[in-house]
């Protein structure tokens, strides 16, 4: 499994960035795909995840209603919107593959696949 993140970076707050991930070495359709992101000092959150059986997107009460997963199957790469961002989204946001979003968000759980962040940084 790899799983390459881009799109991170340095935004104020209420701004909007957006995070890709490209993937490769796993049936793309057969397994959830989500981001996970880690503050310092803080446990792994998982953020928002992309079910394999209908693309149901299930996020973590903190970025509901601001963030969005999108997967396209064709290019395998999954997308996350953020918008409305604020200084306590500043993270290392990973990609994250498992079986199961109730894996994934909002408690990682099991084993994961992830990549090597992307760093997201929300100041004035």
């Known amino acids: 499994v790899q799983l390459v993140e881009s799109g991170g970076g340095v935004v104020q707050p209420g701004g909007s960035l957006r995070l890709s991930c490209a993937t490769s070495g796993f049936p793309f359709n057969d397994y959830a795909i989500g981001w996970v992101r880690q503050a310092p000092g803080k446990e792994r959150e998982g953020v928002i995840c992309?079910?394999?059986?209908?693309?149901?997107?299930y996020s973590a009460e903190s970025v509901k209603g601001r963030f969005t997963i999108s997967r396209d199957s064709a290019k395998r790469t999954v997308h996350l919107q953020m918008n409305s961002l604020r200084p306590e989204d500043t993270a290392a946001y990973f990609c994250a593959v498992h079986l199961t979003c109730g894996s994934l968000v909002p408690e990682p759980r099991g084993f994961a696949s992830y990549g090597q962040g992307t760093q997201v940084t929300v100041s004035s």
């Open positions: 992309s079910s394999a059986s209908d693309g149901t997107s």
